[in-house]
């Protein structure tokens, strides 16, 4: 455990840490390109230069902090006048042959490069007279599917290169020439096609790569950021959702080392398109007569109402409850408290795909359902045999969730699923199922609702609405809920907080836990069966199966 | 010149021998006794004797040889130990190791087997340059002899030590002379440095611990073996300059080529031995001279006495390198040699680290501008502080090197720019031998 300073404020780190790391335990910024936690260190953007003495002897050079480990009494600098110069130079270097093109780059607002020009450039330039260097062509090269390469814009710092090669172990990029003409490529016949290819626009700390789905998408200073949780698999990337007055421009992933690290797959990046490119349902229907009509909220709920009144399962016929893994587990607990006081049948129903693995430091988790809380729905009471509705058609079906999968979109399923006498379809979308249903009743996205999901881990990852819900939309929580006190008071006005609250008090895996208190990188559950048996493979990939 | 001809030549006494190419006729002139001592020496004394000559690395940066060869670390017998002979001679002005490749093979053979028992590595690679085609078809020839003749292969001259020696060729970079561009490259992955630390000793060749050494260091050590530290000692100005050394001199000198002198020698003696300045030029014709190869500052025609060693041409503010002299007479133009040189190393940097990468490039056009007569006031300032940015910041030793020449320049030549910047343009005549691209 070596002990050092870095700018007189000591820190006592682990073997081998680099100082980079160690001053970010002090709250130290050193300025780096090329170095990422995650990847091979290869010190060579040269923006972390430090000075270093030892023993009250300077060393000769400034050192490159990200390829030295912290020793024994160092005594590291990095606010000497020796130390900006060298800063200053490089970031000149970086710069004099950079196309300086940011009003038109993606990268505008979240660039290594103007950060560091703020904090450690020159504001004038001394590269007047010579002509900057080019690669005609080159200017948008797509890599792949999904990324797109600008190579006047590149530094040269191999992130991407290295990641495909340590993390994404696929190989595809590489290091091609020499010199001032070093550029970044593909190799020969192959292209950047893995299922974690967009995060080397993550990595990119320039605007040299792009992602094609985000691109010219919006300015990202106009963003608001909230962190969330990816609803793409069980996996539960802890992901950003970044939006501009509740227009979702795109996901980033959120770092959670016990989770997804630093990473989030293509798939998941893609899933908040569905909640564009769908048709939403934004009011209230009800059959009547056999035709579809506009409601309020009112006469929805009461229509519900009277129908799961009149089948309370003594003798007026059956009642289920048909959950999907895309529910909360307070909304599955309410659901779960409606069914019984019904004695409705509950079932939770996922798609599985083939899944792929989000790589962390434990080896990665593999995520094969395309639900974020098929294990947490069934926990919180919504249990029974998947695809229980297709043997026995029920009175009163109640779909909760419909953009659950495949089936609210399929002909076939739905024309099996409206088999129920009556059909309730609980939803963000208005699917197939949801125009065939006798009442649709319009509910949040998981991007306008406040809940906690359970991963494959049992972890429990508590997320929050980024923006509100339309008008006339309601949360799934809300609508539960006032069901529910429309035949037990206690249950009017409840927050998804104070239910979780509920059920921890009730579910003894979740005993002693609060939603005010709940971390933001999850809590492990202790569950008895920590890994549950996964569902059975099908050939067909999440992409296929998604919507 | 008393000293001068009392020497006799040491690594190139095989030079007109051709004999000497074959294992027999190299054995006649008593090769491979060396070799036959140290295997009867522990290898721990090899590396004391090595250490007690103090010879240092003949490749650029003169590291003492055999404090090189005690970094390795010995615990682990099963661990794999390599040495890389680098003969990735591609400096401009160097062409000393080719001489020694390509008259006496054997004579690097016996020095790199010697330190493999020395290291206990039990594999050679030499790295030999890419357009070395005729040395590396001579070392390939000696090295079947070698095999045949029992002193490589599965045991050496019969002692049980094992080892194997290849050579490798490089496929044309510059930057594979520096020595963890050699291993990448040697990898089999793209020529370009690696960060240090880990240094080779530790982490080198293929992951394992690893000796890296110049051919003309190699080629002194059967000799130190042979004749003992003390007599090594003997040669040379001082405890830690000592030895042979070949100098390759070359530019307006009346016999250019490779000379074999005692380390620390003149510059004038060198010269003289050389035949002085080309076309009958006295001493008063010669403006400049680099001491060590084309990564050295340039040296001004008053330091003509200096000693050509280790510790006085650093102390002069230059390096000794790889002791590649150019000589340069008062026709050259200064601005465009350097223009030249920084051409050269911008051509050859890597492109992994920024102020190499981006700084050699911007050197070469600044100067060329300047050559060209659209320099401009301040040029000199900026020139010096771009080198200064790239010198020390580089993540190898190519950044420092490219430096040399244009901060030598503008520190020891300012005049000569300032010349083109108002005189708009070049104010010497155009020389053209060939297309320099400048």
């Keep these: ?200 626009v993550d990595i990119c700390p320039v605007g040299a790569l792009t992602s094609t789905r985000f691109r010219f998408a919006e300015r990202v200073f106009y963003l608001d950021k909230k962190p969330s949780i990816c609803t793409g698999c069980d996996v539960g990337c802890n992901i950003t959702v970044e939006h501009r007055r509740g227009d979702v421009k795109r996901y980033k992933p959120r770092f959670n080392p016990d989770v997804n690290d630093y990473w989030m797959c293509d798939y998941g990046r893609s899933t908040y398109e569905r909640y564009k490119t769908l048709p939403r349902l934004r009011t209230c229907k009800v059959r009547k007569d056999g035709a579809e009509s506009l409601t309020g909220w009112k006469e929805a709920l009461d229509t519900v109402q009277t129908r799961l009144a ?119 979308a208005d699917s197939p199922l949801a125009k065939a249903a006798d009442v649709a009743l319009p509910v949040a996205t998981h991007t306008e609702k406040d809940g906690t999901f359970v991963n494959l881990e049992w972890r429990a990852q508590r997320f929050n609405a980024a923006f509100p819900a339309p008008p006339q939309v309601r949360t799934t929580v809300e609508l539960l809920a006032d069901l529910l006190s429309r035949f037990d008071a206690q249950w009017s006005g409840l927050t998804p907080g104070a239910v979780f609250d509920r059920i921890a008090a009730e579910v003894p895996e979740l005993a002693g836990l609060q939603w005010s208190t709940l971390p933001a990188s999850g809590i492990s559950l202790k569950v008895e069966t920590p890994m549950p048996p996964q569902g059975p493979l099908t050939a067909q990939t999440p992409q296929e199966t998604a919507l | 010149m008393a000293a001068m001809t009392a020497f006799e030549p040491v690594l190139t006494r095989n030079v007109r021998n051709p004999e000497a190419l074959t294992l027999d006729g190299y054995r006649k002139s008593g090769g491979y006794e060396a070799l036959a001592k140290a295997l009867k020496m522990e290898p721990g004394e090899v590396i004391e004797e090595v250490k007690k000559s103090g010879l240092r690395g003949r490749g650029g940066a003169g590291f003492p040889a055999g404090l090189k060869w005690s970094f390795i670390p010995q615990k682990d017998p099963n661990q794999p130990r390599y040495l890389v002979c680098n003969a990735d001679e591609s400096e401009p002005g160097t062409f000393k190791d080719r001489l020694l490749m390509e008259y006496d093979p054997h004579q690097l053979i016996e020095g790199c087997a010697i330190c493999c028992w020395a290291v206990r590595a039990a594999t050679c690679y030499i790295y030999i340059r890419g357009e070395y085609t005729k040395a590396a078809a001579i070392l390939e020839q000696a090295l079947k002899d070698a095999y045949e003749g029992g002193i490589l292969g599965d045991s ?152 050509m060693d280790f510790d006085t041409v650093a102390k002069a503010g230059s390096m000794l390198g790889s002791a590649a002299v150019i000589v340069m007479d008062n026709t050259v133009c200064m601005v465009r040699s350097v223009a030249r040189l920084a051409k050269f190393f911008n051509h050859e940097s890597c492109g992994q680290c920024t102020p190499c990468r981006e700084g050699t490039n911007w050197m070469e056009m600044i100067l060329k501008r300047i050559e060209h007569g659209e320099g401009r006031e301040g040029d000199a300032m900026l020139l010096k502080s771009v080198a200064g940015n790239v010198g020390g910041n580089s993540l190898c030793a190519l950044g420092d090197a490219a430096v040399g020449p244009v901060k030598s320049l503008v520190e020891r030549f300012s005049d000569e720019i300032d010349a083109h910047i108002s005189g708009r343009g070049c104010p010497f005549p155009q020389v053209r031998y060939f297309n320099d691209g400048v």
């Design chain 1, 1 to 200: 455990m070596p002990k050092l300073t870095i700018n007189d404020r000591t820190v006592e780190v682990e073997a081998g840490t680099n100082l980079i790391e160690a001053g970010i335990k002090v709250g130290v910024q050193i300025p780096h390109y090329c170095y990422h936690p995650r990847l091979s260190v290869v010190g060579q953007c040269r923006m972390c230069l430090v000075e270093i003495s030892q023993g009250g002897k300077k060393m000769p050079k400034l050192q490159a902090a990200c390829s030295t480990p912290a020793g024994e009494s160092m005594e590291v600098r990095t606010d000497t006048p020796e130390v900006r110069e060298a800063q200053k130079g490089m970031k000149e270097f970086f710069l004099i042959n950079h196309p300086l093109d940011c009003p038109i780059c993606d990268q505008a607002g979240e660039c290594g490069l103007q950060d560091y020009s703020f904090k450690h450039g020159v504001a004038f330039s001394r590269f007047q007279y010579e002509d900057k260097r080019t690669y005609p062509g080159r200017e948008r090269i797509p890599l792949g599917p999904t990324v797109l390469l600008n190579m006047n814009r590149c530094i040269q710092c191999t992130r991407c290169v290295r990641f495909t090669h340590e993390v994404a172990k696929t190989g595809e990029l590489g290091f091609f020439n020499r010199g001032a003409r070093t550029e970044i490529g593909t190799f020969p016949g192959k292209e950047l096609n893995n299922p974690l290819s967009t995060c080397v």
């Design chain 2, 156 to 307: 050496v001259m019969q002692s049980g030590f094992k080892l194997n020696m290849y050579v490798h060729r490089g496929a044309g970079a510059y930057i594979c002379g520096e020595e963890t561009g050699m291993l990448e490259s040697l990898e089999g992955k793209r020529g370009q440095p690696r960060v240090k630390p880990p240094f080779p000793a530790v982490v080198g060749a293929f992951g394992s611990p690893t000796v890296i050494n110049n051919v003309e260091t190699l080629c002194n050590v059967p000799h130190i073996i042979n004749r003992g530290a003390d007599w090594f000692k003997g040669i040379g100005t001082d405890e830690r300059n000592t030895g042979p050394k070949l100098y390759a001199i070359s530019g307006h000198v009346e016999r250019p080529g490779t000379y074999e002198h005692p380390i620390g020698i003149t510059f004038r003696e060198m010269l003289d031995a050389a035949g002085g300045m080309w076309r009958g030029g006295d001493l008063s014709t010669l403006k400049a001279f680099i001491p060590g190869g084309a990564s050295a500052p340039i040296l001004p025609a008053s330091m003509i006495d200096i000693k």
């Design chain 1, 310 to 428: 009149a089948v309370d399962g003594k003798g007026g016929g059956k009642v289920h409850f048909l959950g999907s893994g895309f529910l909360t587990n307070e909304e599955a607990w309410l659901a779960a408290k409606l069914a019984g006081l019904v004695n409705a049948g509950t079932s939770v129903q996922v798609d599985v795909g083939a899944g792929w693995t989000i790589p962390n430091l434990k080896g990665g988790l593999t995520g094969r359902e395309l639900a974020p809380n098929r294990r947490g729905a069934e926990m919180m009471g919504l249990k029974g045999a998947a695809g229980a509705t297709s043997s026995d058609t029920p009175d009163v079906l109640v779909v909760l969730d419909s953009d659950f999968g495949k089936d609210a979109w399929d002909p076939a399923a739905v024309e099996r699923l409206r088999k129920a006498a009556f059909l309730v379809v609980v939803g963000w």
